[in-house]
Structure formats: structure tokens, C-alpha cells
């Protein structure tokens, strides 16, 4: 406990001298900063002559777990991206957050003029960064993040090569206009490549300005090359694991002007009032069921993170008490499934993991409209267990339960499909195509 406030208070005041370096425009004293931070979060790496510089996202971090064991020549250091954000908004105080992943292009001459001075700042301090570690490249995880944007062109400026694995990768059939509005508008990507897991977003983008084909490229999900290495023993088929759905798609923090296409009216995209549905039709089938355990995993990393007296699905979890449900933070998703005797989640690429052991997925569609389901939901064919109310959701779980279903019911054929279209990786080599990338 003392250890973690240590840390706390000594990362805020290392974030107090960026906000200070940022703010009497000295990107000296900022690479000093950024240099503790690294020197802090990297203590354990020994560091070699070249370097790749990691711009942190959490989930991000699982794709990189084969580096080290596949590539002897480089090192990975990891940089809280919150630096980046904290001179970012010193930069552009005057505009009151009016710059965002969805609204970085403007007319604006003193913003753009802004955006040049910010540009040349982050170009000086990765100048020091640079002649300090050595970078073949930096990986970010969206191209589209408004802090980072500029780093694509003050990296390029310092013959850093710039590279994102967009980990945004699930884009639906009737979203793909809407997106298509939204990232003709994106201006020009100023780093070398983008990676994706799938061709969804690649195609839409290959016929956009943003960057040339050739630097667009499908790598599959280097973190589910984990699943191919893994001998599955019945054993280990302990609980039923549940992934809380995400109750909004990304298009609902879309402007209008980039849904004109869509033919729905966004509540219907809203999956709130399922999600709370579904976790009380499983909380009452476990109150029921005392003998069957059931694990919830929430992207929320900390306990602390979760209103208790707000209804969510994390809180109806946590007050309901029950000895047999636990809910889970942070932990790794990949070891959760392995171990599961079945999992339920709804538009998630982890039921696409789930898959690939050859594991029973049951998906949830009450009261889903055809159309809603054609256009704006996983298309797993056979491969699920569809439940459409509380008493198709009992039998199922019921028979997970008693062992009549311990599998899922799609042939070879289909699995290597769902797999390949939405994860891009049968093959359990998409770490080897990342670091082909980066080095």
C-alpha cells in the first residue's frame, strides 16, 4: 500500500514538471520528464543498442508478448501516453477541447498554426528521445488519436518510423458508410503504416486519401497467436465466463453529417437495457444454481472504478453477493477463456477467440430486430448458441452445465471463416507480421 502511494504521488509530480516544461515551452525539461517516466515503467527492460518506443493502451500491451521471444535485436519501452495528452492540452487551452478523434481538421488558421508549434515541440523533445534510445519505430494502437497526431510528422521528422496496430477492428455492414464519412474527412496519416487485424476497416480506408494502399496492411491479432500454442485439456474447464457487453458502438459519438446513411435511429443501437437484462437472467440462474461458478469480466481495470450505488452492469454484479459470481478486473482475457467451460458475450472479438478453442459461445439477442442483427452484430452463423429470451438463455446454460454442451457447433470450415474475417489470424504467426513492421 505505501509502495503503490509512492509511486502515485511521484508519477503525478513527473506529470507536474511535463505540464511545467509544456507550459514555459521548454521540450528539454519535457524529455527530462518523459525520460523518468520511461526510466520508471521500463526498470526492468535492458535496454539494446536500437529500441521501439510503445505509446501504452492497455489491451494494446498483450500484442507485444511475443516480442522478446521472436526478436533478439530490439527492446520495447513503454510510454504513459498521458504525457502526450497533458502537452497536447496545454498547446490548445484556448479552445476549450473543441479538438478531438472525430473533429481534428479545422479551418482555423490560428489552431493550425497551433498545431505546427505543437509539432515542432514534440519534434525537439523526440530529437533528445531519440539521440537518447535509439528508435527504429514507435507503435500506437489508433490512428486516429487526437494527441498523437502530430507525433506521426515530428517522428518522421527525427527518421523515426511511425506505425499503428488499429486495434478498433470490429466494423459492422451497416456502419461501413458512416465510417466511411467519418475518415474521408481525416486529413493525411503522417506516420509509415497501418495494421489491422481485419480487411473491414483497410477497405474503407483504401478508398479514402488518407494514406497509400501499400502502406495498409492485414496482420491478423498478434495477441491470439497465444490460443494456437495452447493444448486445451478438459480439466481446465472450470466456470462460465461472462464478458459484459459494451452497450454503445463507437458511432454513437459520431457528428450527424457522418450518419446520414444510417437507416436506424441510434437508440436501437443502444444495448443498455439488454445488458441489464441479461445479468439479472444469469444472476438468478446462479442464485439457483449455487454449484456453478460464474466469473464477469469488465474492462474496467480497479474496483474503484465502478459507481456501487449507480446501476451498471459491474455494480448489479458486486451488490448482488452471490458466493458463486465474480467479478474480475484487468486480468487477462486469453487465460479467463482457456480456462472457461463456455462464454457469453455479445459483440465482442473475444467470443472470436473463444472460437478458436473450440469453445460453446452463447450470444444473447433479446429482442433484437432481424435487421439490427443483420447489420450491426457479429455474423457467427452456427457457431453460436443464440438465446432471443431468459428461457432459451436457461436451457442452454443448462446443458453447458450437465455437459451435453461442451463444444461449439460449427464444422472446420465455418470456424476457419469467423476466424479469418474478423481476427485475420488461422495461422498463429501475426507477431512475427508485426515485428516485420517495427524493426
Not at 520511461?38 to 535492458?46: I, S
Not at 535485436?73 to 479552445?95: A, G, N
Not at 539521440?131 to 521528422?157: G, T, V
Request: proline share 2%.
Amino acid at each position: 500500500m505505501i509502495k503503490e502511494k509512492f509511486f502515485f504521488i511521484f508519477d503525478k509530480l513527473n506529470l507536474l514538471i511535463t505540464y511545467i516544461a509544456a507550459y514555459f515551452n521548454s521540450p528539454f525539461i519535457c524529455y527530462l520528464s518523459i525520460l523518468i517516466a520511461l526510466k520508471r515503467y521500463n526498470f526492468f527492460t535492458k535496454r539494446k543498442k536500437k529500441n521501439i518506443l510503445i505509446l501504452y493502451r492497455s489491451i494494446g500491451i498483450f500484442d507485444l508478448e511475443k516480442f522478446n521471444y521472436l526478436n533478439q535485436s530490439h527492446s520495447l519501452l513503454i510510454m504513459p501516453r498521458i504525457h502526450l495528452k497533458i502537452i497536447f492540452h496545454i498547446f490548445f487551452k484556448d479552445f476549450n477541447h473543441s479538438i478531438n478523434d472525430n473533429n481534428y481538421l479545422t479551418k482555423n488558421l490560428h489552431i493550425e498554426n497551433k498545431k505546427k508549434l505543437y509539432r515542432d515541440f514534440l519534434s525537439k523533445v523526440f530529437f533528445y528521445l531519440n539521440k537518447k534510445f535509439n528508435f527504429s519505430s514507435i507503435l500506437s494502437f489508433n490512428f486516429r488519436y487526437y494527441a498523437e497526431r502530430e507525433l506521426h510528422f515530428a517522428a518522421k521528422n527525427n527518421k523515426i518510423k511511425f506505425v499503428c496496430l488499429h486495434k478498433e477492428s470490429l466494423i459492422f455492414p451497416g456502419e461501413m458508410k458512416s465510417y466511411y464519412e467519418l475518415l474521408k474527412s481525416y486529413g493525411k496519416y503522417g506516420g509509415d503504416y497501418i495494421l489491422f487485424y481485419n480487411s473491414d476497416l483497410k477497405n474503407i480506408l483504401s478508398k479514402t486519401t488518407i494514406t497509400a494502399s501499400k502502406n495498409l496492411k492485414v496482420i491478423g491479432m498478434p495477441r491470439a497467436d497465444y490460443y494456437f500454442r495452447k493444448k486445451i485439456k478438459s480439466k481446465s474447464k472450470k466456470f462460465i465466463l461472462v464478458f459484459l457487453i459494451n452497450p454503445k458502438r463507437m458511432i454513437h459519438g459520431m457528428k450527424k453529417k457522418y450518419l446520414k446513411n444510417l437507416k436506424i435511429d441510434l437508440k436501437e443501437l443502444n444495448w443498455t437495457q439488454s445488458s441489464f437484462n441479461l445479468i439479472d437472467d444469469i444472476l438468478d440462474f446462479a442464485k439457483k444454481n449455487p454449484d456453478v461458478e460464474f466469473i464477469f469480466k469488465t474492462k474496467k481495470l480497479f474496483l474503484e472504478d465502478v459507481d456501487l450505488n449507480k446501476k451498471s452492469q459491474e455494480s448489479m454484479v458486486y451488490n448482488a453477493k452471490l458466493r458463486n459470481c465474480k467479478l474480475t478486473f484487468g486480468e487477462d482475457s486469453r487465460q479467463l477463456i482457456e480456462k472457461s467451460r463456455c462464454v457469453i458475450g455479445f459483440n465482442s472479438t473475444t467470443l472470436i477467440e473463444a472460437l478458436i478453442l473450440k469453445k460453446p459461445i452463447i450470444v444473447p439477442t433479446f429482442g433484437l430486430k432481424k435487421t439490427i442483427s443483420k447489420n450491426f452484430t457479429l455474423n457467427l452463423k452456427n457457431s453460436a448458441f443464440y438465446a432471443k429470451n431468459k428461457k432459451e438463455l436457461n436451457k442452454v446454460l443448462n446443458d453447458v452445465v450437465t455437459g451435453k454442451v461442451n463444444s461449439t457447433k460449427a464444422g472446420k470450415k465455418v470456424l476457419k471463416y469467423i476466424i479469418s474475417k474478423y481476427l485475420g489470424n488461422n495461422d498463429g504467426k501475426s507477431s512475427k507480421r508485426l515485428i516485420n513492421y517495427l524493426i
